[in-house]
């Protein structure tokens, strides 16, 4: 009698409108089941086996789950939801990317700091909860300063600040809104960074060129071209995804105009929509491979 071989089910943390969950759906067609679950609906059951669901059960009947987004919310929601999605991982789903590897990522500071102690060439950095002490920050890193939120990515949030007395009042008014400031000394550059896309062993290098502004994403209108990576950024970029324990990453690299780089800061839901048109390489169909790959080494006797 002929075994019936099920399919992976794959469940994707995604927005309704994703244009990344359309393009993973895509691509697991006749290779795995693929469906979306939305992070506000996480539900978690406890006093006997512990069950999570979002709207019907995920652990055991998903095989993996791919986080694709990671949308605002307090900070009881945001630690609720990594709670969730290790608890996910405690009952044998496959999370991509882990949950204790997603915090270090989109934590600026913490990751930032991780990857400065382990000896990785990054912006100096101040970080401080204090008009005062942003303020005197501002005077040893000046004198032009890039300031940033801890959250948050594709350039929202972001300010170059020249100017002492829009700093002063940049500074006061985070203060005032409970918000912490994170700057970094501006680094000069030519105008254009290098994204570097990290799935397991593999990576794809892109040029992201913007003639009219210090800020280089594309969601921001800067332009995409393929680029080679260097074999030093290259490591460099292998090394953080393994220190971070991260399966798919984004790794932004500046130049530093004398030959090296700097590690700009590390994206643990990486967009792809970009890179896949600028290199020709067909990223959701990688990354499905990827997932069901480690999926089959799981369950392999």
């Known amino acids: 009698m002929k075994q019936v071989v099920s399919k992976p089910r794959i469940g994707v943390l995604a927005n309704e409108d994703s244009w990344y969950f359309t393009d993973l759906r895509r691509a697991a067609e006749g290779i795995a089941g693929v469906e979306r679950i939305e992070f506000s609906s996480l539900q978690s059951r406890i006093g006997g086996p512990e069950r999570i669901s979002a709207e019907s059960l995920i652990s055991g009947q998903y095989d993996a789950v791919i986080v694709r987004s990671m949308p605002p919310g307090s900070l009881e929601q945001v630690v609720f939801r990594m709670d969730a999605l290790a608890g996910l991982e405690r009952q044998g789903v496959l999370v991509i990317n882990p949950p204790k590897s997603m915090e270090l990522a989109i934590d600026k500071y913490l990751s930032l700091s991780k990857l400065a102690a382990a000896g990785f060439r990054v912006p100096e950095t101040h970080v401080c909860q204090t008009w005062q002490d942003a303020v005197a920050a501002l005077e040893e890193l000046g004198p032009s300063v890039v300031v940033k939120p801890i959250f948050g990515g594709e350039g929202r949030g972001i300010m170059r600040v020249e100017?002492?007395?829009?700093?002063?009042?940049?500074?006061?008014?985070?203060?005032?809104?409970?918000?912490?400031?994170?700057?970094?000394?501006?680094?000069?550059?030519?105008?254009?960074?290098?994204?570097?896309?990290?799935?397991?062993?593999?990576?794809?290098?892109?040029?992201?060129?913007?003639?009219?502004?210090?800020?280089?994403?594309?969601?921001?209108?800067?332009?995409?071209?393929?680029?080679?990576?260097?074999?030093?950024?290259?490591?460099?970029?292998?090394?953080?995804?393994?220190?971070?324990?991260?399966?798919?990453?984004?790794?932004?690299?500046?130049?530093?105009?004398?030959?090296?780089?700097?590690?700009?800061?590390?994206?643990?839901?990486?967009?792809?929509?970009?890179?896949?048109?600028?290199?020709?390489?067909?990223?959701?169909?990688?990354?499905?491979?990827?997932?069901?790959?480690?999926?089959?080494?799981?369950?392999?006797?």
């Open 163 to 301: 100017d002492p007395d829009l700093g002063h009042r940049v500074f006061k008014t985070l203060q005032q809104m409970g918000q912490i400031i994170y700057m970094q000394r501006f680094v000069p550059h030519p105008g254009y960074d290098l994204r570097v896309m990290v799935l397991g062993e593999q990576m794809w290098g892109m040029r992201r060129t913007s003639a009219d502004s210090w800020r280089t994403n594309i969601s921001r209108g800067a332009t995409a071209t393929p680029e080679t990576i260097p074999p030093e950024v290259a490591e460099v970029a292998l090394a953080v995804t393994r220190t971070l324990d991260l399966a798919i990453a984004g790794l932004d690299f500046l130049p530093d105009g004398e030959g090296g780089w700097y590690l700009l800061e590390v994206n643990a839901v990486p967009g792809w929509k970009g890179l896949s048109a600028a290199c020709e390489i067909d990223v959701a169909a990688e990354l499905i491979q990827y997932v069901t790959g480690r999926i089959a080494c799981r369950t392999s006797p």
